[in-house]
Every structure is written in structure tokens, then in C-alpha cells.
């Protein structure tokens, strides 16, 4: 993974001191709220419900056995000994104390992290495939491209005042595993004609009050054009993008507003003016770059492991639905890429605890080359990890309550923290993804259902990526009362969709029935082999709607 | 209302007119708003005092870029700090060729004079009531620019 170097090291310093100060004129009178509001949201400190949260970044989902130790560490020192992963693969510290932050900030810049640009109207966080780089049709490893962005979008001068966030995600080739298409930008690693690898590039993507699936704007830019269009694009949005109403602000009303042809001609008359000046990549720039992410020293004798492993999978069923559940081919034959998961029975998805992330640590240390990924639907990965391994891993994650296996189940939900943390939430979450989890906690049924995605989000802004779940749950208050309005047939991967509403909200204590209700039609229509998203893309949404509202009158 | 120009302060050699007394004024060294720029644009161009031009992000910037080389200094407002188009503005005057005096007004605060300073920047007035005399230890804060900018157009991989 990528090194800070000197003067990587030097910035985020000179941030934290930057930020040392601010805070210190904050509580000094000498800054106003409304002002500081915009200095802190820059490096992730919200004001919360019951305390400030804390946003620190995760660039692309990597991070080293040494900065998750820092993790646990800070969640004692600073907070309640847990942390909590998003989906924009970021950690949210839900309980540090706002004077304290300086120092929490000083301590991460210790191991190369920061909490820079993860919210507020600027250029966030880059996220990518949790699986880059070991994925068999990858074309490119994606994330020195997300590390160059990190760079160009890191304090950048001219675009810390947006008129709203904006986010980029890029993947390595056609699979989506990273929402692309309903992101801001949205980058897909390409070949053309010629055989020259560059990117398709989408635009005004997002989720939110206006879900939007991404526009094609160029369909192969050259890879060394990437920093001057993505600038590009960002001048034109900064300069025209509303910024009357927060809600019409984001550059997906833009697009739409204009039109993707006529914005493409605003983009490409800017980037005609700048397309070779020196915010050209240079080819030296980009090979150094990639030789922070050269593969692991894989071990050639780690095929041998397969037939130990054959014979453990035949020995243990429990180990086998584990296995089969949580585990991924690796291009590297010998390897697997695990998923460790943070959607415990009964426990608030994306949260993980000081022991839990220390023991993590080690475990990377011991099989996955100290290295952990964070992903956008909340967990963690292990992406190399010997077939010789995978028994012993599994046992020790068991031990920690780190290895349900139910990801890609049902049971494996993106969910924000919703009304018991947030304080833009209108409804709550966590009760709600624990009336799930009860209801549907036996792993035939489960397993029965196979590949599905339910996502819960509570409230309007969508940050737990409901328009794009198969089965969409968004939290409404309805005079004080807790209400959950529910969409079929959405996707965020390669044929992305948003879902549509099927009826009223259902009151709170009914969610699970209503999935449950749901579950059955799938199962009585579904063919052999089909996944439940196909089986809503084929039949449409009436027949479910009919057995959701059929007691109702 | 304390001015800075290239990090010091520094008095303000310049007049602010209107529509009502500009033609008054027209030897002296003077800054007229956008809209009276558009109408007067020629008695303005042809006066005898250097001239000025205040503009804001909801105006036209080619009418100014049209005329670069004739105008000595071109105020950008911030009518809130959360507006950001000054900075976009800036960069494109500069890269333009514009050498003149790059003025940013209203809500102008500490916080924000680095990053208008590397857009190009080079004058800032300050509300009195956010004026303090370390406020010039804001520039230089941050050592490392990933990008390059109206300062210097080199991104860090070609520093």
C-alpha cells in the first residue's frame, strides 16, 4: 500500500497544528459557530445527537495492521472502545469529546491517517472495489488511480467551498462493486480499440433526496487526462452548480438541469484549456505510484494448502457455510479473499470493538500480509489469505463474533446509525435491523434465499444506500411515530437500478413481516437458480405489492 | 476595514464609485461595480485613472476577461464564506494572464486567505471585527500543496 513520504507526512502535520489552532479560536470566541461548523465538517467533526462524531478517512478501504491498532487504541483513550465502518469505507468515532479531537488527529497522523475532507461540501473520500487487485477479470488494479485522486483532491485549494460533496468512486473493470453509478464521478478502468487502458467516466450520479443513476460523459479518457478532466468537470460545477438550495446542489441536478450533452460541452471546453498543462499525469508519476501496490510475495508452496483444505471443508459443515459464504476467488490460485463480518447477530452493523480490532490486527499480521480493507457495505477483508489458513482464520474469528456467515444474505444489511446517533435521522435503524436479525436468523432459510441486498437508512438522505438495495427500507416519522416506507429492485453494482416505493410506509413493528411477506412471493415465483432480484426484475412489483397490502384495507 | 496586499497592510490607494459619481472620478484611480462596468464600459476604458472592476460569482466573467489587459484590479466578492466560485474565479483570471491587483472581498476571514492566496489572491479585505494581527500566520500554514495553482502550476509529482 501506499507510504507517506516526507512531505505527505509534513502536510497532514501542519493539518493537525492547522486544526489545533482553529479549534483552540473556536472555543475562544474568536470564530463563530456557524463558520467553525464549516472549518470542522472539512475534517469530519459533526455535532451529534448525544456527542460529536468523528469522521476519519480510510482512503480507498486500505489501511495496515499498524493503523488499526492506532484504531483500538483511540476508540479507548478517546471514546467508548468501539468504532464504526461506513459506506463511503470510512471509521466514525461516535463519542470523542470536541476539545480532544486535536490530539486524536495528532495520534493518527502517527500512523499516516487523518480526518481530512470526510464531510463538508469538498471533494471526500475516493472509495473502490474491496477486491482490487486480486479480482481474476480485473484490468487494472484501481487503487493507485484512487491514490493519485487522494492526492489532487487533499486540501486542494480552489474547491474546498462546493456548493455540496462531492464524491468519486472507481473501479478496476466492468464488475461494480463500489456503487459507481450513483456517485458524483464514477470511473471504470477500460480498454480501447488500440489496446491503451484509460476510463470511462460517469458523472452526477447519487443517492439522497434525488436518486440518480451516473451519466456516460466520456466514454475512454487517457489515463494520463485523468487529473485535468476530473478538474475540469470540478471548475464547471463549482462555477455553475446551484447554491440557492442545498437540496438542488449537488452536481447531479446540474446534469440534469443542463442536460449531459451541453454539460459535456462546458467540461470539454474547460478541459481544452487545460489539458496540457502540467496537471498532466507523467508517466514517472504514475509508475511510482503503482509501485506502492505491487502484488504480495505470494507463496508458491500455498497451493499445497488446497488439499488440507478440501478435506476440512468436508469435515466441517460449519467451517463449509463459512467458506462458502465468506470467502472469494483470488486471481492467485492457492489464495482466497475473506470477508470478515461486521453484521453480527444483534449487533449494530459496520461496529466493531478496541479487542475486536486489535485481535484483527494481529490476525492480519499473521495471514494477510498485515494488510485489512474496509468495504462500502460495512465490512472487512482479508483479501490474501493462503487456502492452507483459512481453517485457523476461521476459528479465531469465530472466537471474536467476526464470522457470521451470512455475507451477501440478508442478514449482511448496510444500515446508518440512524435516530439513536444521527442527528439528521428521522427514524430509527438499529432497532429495526435487530428485528430482522431475529426474525431471520436461522441460516437454512437464509442460505434458501441466497444472494440479496437490504439496506436501511433513517431518513431521507439515504446514506445507508436504500434506492439501490434489492430490498430498500427508508425510516419516516409520521406524526412522532417511527414509519418505514419499503422499494423493490434496486442495484448498485454494473446494472445499476434504482428500486421503486411498493406502497405506504409500514409502521415499525411490522418491517419484518413485511420482508418476510416478501420473501414468500419471491420463493413462490422464483425459477431454479434465479436470485431474488432477478425474480423482481421479471414478475414487477405487483404481485409483492398485493401480498404486502393485502390485510390492509 | 484593514487591507492586505502581498501579506502586509497596506492602505487603500483606491476609490469605490458609483453610478451616481464615477464620471466625477475618472482620473482618479477607481473601482466600479460590475453592472456599471457593463453599461460605462468605454468612458471607464478610456479614463485616465487606472480602473477597477468588483464582480461576483453571479456575474459574467468574460466581460472582464475580454478586457484584462486595461484593468489594474478586479475585486471578487464572497458574499458568504461558503461560496466558493471567488476561487475558481481567481485561477481563471490569473491563468488569463491578469497581473493586476486580485482583491478578495466580504466574507473574507483567516480560514480561508491560504487558500484564496494560492488561487491567486493577492489582496484580501478583512471585516475589521475578524482582523487580528497574527492573521497574516494563516498563509504558509500548510507546507505541502498536492496541486499545482495560480502560485505555482506544479503538482507535487513535478515539484
Keep these: ?553 | 476595514m484593514p487591507l492586505l496586499i502581498n501579506r502586509a497592510v497596506t492602505e487603500d490607494s483606491w476609490l469605490l464609485v458609483d453610478e451616481a459619481d464615477f464620471s466625477a472620478h475618472l482620473n482618479e484611480d477607481i473601482v466600479v461595480p460590475y453592472e456599471l462596468f457593463a453599461e460605462h464600459s468605454e468612458a471607464l476604458l478610456s479614463a485616465e485613472g487606472k480602473l477597477g472592476v468588483r464582480i461576483n460569482g453571479d456575474q459574467d466573467l468574460n466581460l472582464l476577461l475580454q478586457n484584462l489587459d486595461k484593468l489594474s484590479l478586479i475585486a471578487i466578492e464572497f458574499p458568504a464564506f461558503t461560496d466558493g466560485r471567488g476561487f475558481s474565479f481567481a485561477r481563471i483570471l490569473r491563468r488569463s494572464g491578469f497581473i493586476g491587483q486580485l482583491r478578495a472581498e466580504g466574507d473574507v476571514t483567516r480560514d480561508r486567505l491560504e487558500y484564496m492566496e494560492r488561487c491567486g489572491f493577492d489582496a484580501f479585505a478583512i471585516p475589521a471585527d475578524r482582523y487580528s494581527d497574527d492573521i497574516t500566520s494563516a498563509f504558509g500554514e500548510i507546507p505541502v500543496h498536492y496541486q499545482g495553482c495560480a502560485d505555482d502550476e506544479r503538482p507535487i509529482f513535478r515539484q
Design chain 1, 1 to 553: 500500500m501506499y507510504q507517506y513520504n516526507e512531505q505527505d507526512q509534513n502536510l497532514i502535520n501542519a493539518r493537525v497544528e492547522q486544526y489545533r489552532d482553529q479549534t483552540r479560536r473556536f472555543l475562544a470566541g474568536e470564530i463563530p459557530d456557524e463558520e467553525f461548523r464549516g472549518l470542522r465538517l472539512m475534517n469530519g467533526l459533526y455535532i451529534q445527537r448525544q456527542a460529536p462524531m468523528l469522521r476519519i478517512a480510510v482512503p480507498y478501504g486500505l489501511m495496515n495492521s499498524v493503523q488499526v491498532r492506532k484504531l483500538a487504541d483511540i476508540t479507548r483513550k478517546y471514546d467508548k472502545n468501539y468504532a464504526h465502518f461506513t459506506t463511503r469505507t470510512n471509521v466514525q468515532l461516535n463519542w470523542p469529546k470536541l476539545e480532544e479531537v486535536p490530539d486524536i488527529l495528532a495520534e493518527l497522523a502517527e500512523v499516516q491517517m487523518h480526518a481530512i475532507q470526510t464531510s463538508g461540501n469538498c471533494l471526500r473520500n475516493t472509495t473502490t472495489d474491496h477486491f482490487a487487485g486480486v479480482i481474476p477479470d480485473e484490468i487494472e488494479d484501481p487503487r493507485p488511480w484512487c491514490e493519485m485522486i487522494r492526492q489532487w483532491t487533499t486540501l486542494h485549494p480552489e474547491f474546498a467551498y462546493l456548493p455540496r460533496k462531492f464524491k468519486i468512486a472507481v473501479t478496476g473493470g466492468p464488475e461494480d462493486r463500489a456503487a459507481s453509478r450513483v456517485h458524483d464521478i464514477g470511473l471504470h478502468l477500460v480498454k480501447n480499440a488500440a489496446g491503451e487502458t484509460g476510463f470511462e467516466v460517469l458523472v452526477g450520479g447519487g443517492l439522497g433526496r434525488t436518486p440518480v443513476i451516473g451519466k456516460v460523459i466520456r466514454e475512454f479518457l487517457p489515463q494520463q487526462d485523468l487529473l485535468t478532466y476530473l478538474e475540469a468537470i470540478l471548475r464547471v460545477y463549482n462555477l455553475n452548480g446551484r447554491r440557492d438550495n442545498k437540496y438542488k446542489a449537488r452536481v447531479k441536478i446540474l446534469v440534469n438541469a443542463l442536460g449531459i450533452d451541453e454539460f459535456r460541452k462546458l467540461v470539454d471546453a474547460e478541459w481544452e484549456i487545460i489539458r496540457r498543462t502540467e496537471l498532466a499525469l507523467t508517466d514517472d508519476y504514475i509508475a511510482k505510484i503503482k509501485g506502492y501496490f505491487e502484488p504480495h510475495p505470494y507463496a508458491a508452496d500455498a497451493v499445497d494448502g488446497l488439499s488440507v483444505l478440501e478435506n476440512q471443508l468436508e469435515d466441517n459443515a460449519d467451517f463449509r457455510a463459512w467458506y462458502e459464504r465468506n470467502t472469494r476467488e483470488h486471481k492467485v490460485t492457492g489464495y482466497r479473499a475473506v470477508v470478515i463480518s461486521l453484521k453480527p447477530h444483534l449487533k449494530p452493523p459496520g461496529d466493531i470493538t478496541d479487542v475486536q480490532l486489535d485481535a484483527v490486527a494481529d490476525l492480519a499480521d499473521t495471514y494477510n500480509f498485515g494488510e485489512i480493507r474496509s468495504t462500502h457495505d460495512q465490512n472487512l477483508v482479508f483479501a490474501h489469505v493462503a487456502a492452507g489458513d483459512l481453517y485457523t482464520l476461521w476459528q479465531s474469528l469465530r472466537d471474536l463474533n467476526l464470522a457470521r456467515p451470512n455475507i451477501g444474505t440478508l442478514t449482511d444489511m448496510i444500515v446508518c446509525p440512524g435516530f439513536d446517533f444521527c442527528s439528521l435521522a428521522n427514524a430509527h435503524t438499529l432497532g429495526v435491523a435487530e428485528q430482522i436479525n431475529e426474525k431471520f436468523d436461522d441460516l437454512d432459510y437464509l442460505y434458501d434465499i441466497g444472494d440479496i441486498k437490504l439496506n436501511m437508512s433513517g431518513c431521507i438522505n439515504a446514506c445507508a444506500h436504500h434506492h439501490v438495495a434489492h430490498i430498500g427500507i427508508l425510516g419516516v416519522d409520521k406524526g412522532g411515530e417511527d414509519f418505514y416506507q419499503i422499494t423493490l429492485g434496486g442495484s448498485s453494482r454494473e446494472d445499476a437500478t434504482l428500486g421503486k416505493i411498493i406502497g405506504k410506509a409500514v409502521p415499525q413493528a411490522e418491517v419484518a413481516d413485511t420482508v418476510e411477506k416478501i420473501l414468500q412471493v419471491y420463493v413462490e415465483n422464483r425459477f431454479e437458480d434465479e436470485r431474488f432480484i432477478e425474480t423482481v426484475r421479471r414478475i414487477g412489483l405487483d404481485p409483492f405489492k398485493e401480498r404486502v397490502y393485502a390485510t390492509v384495507n
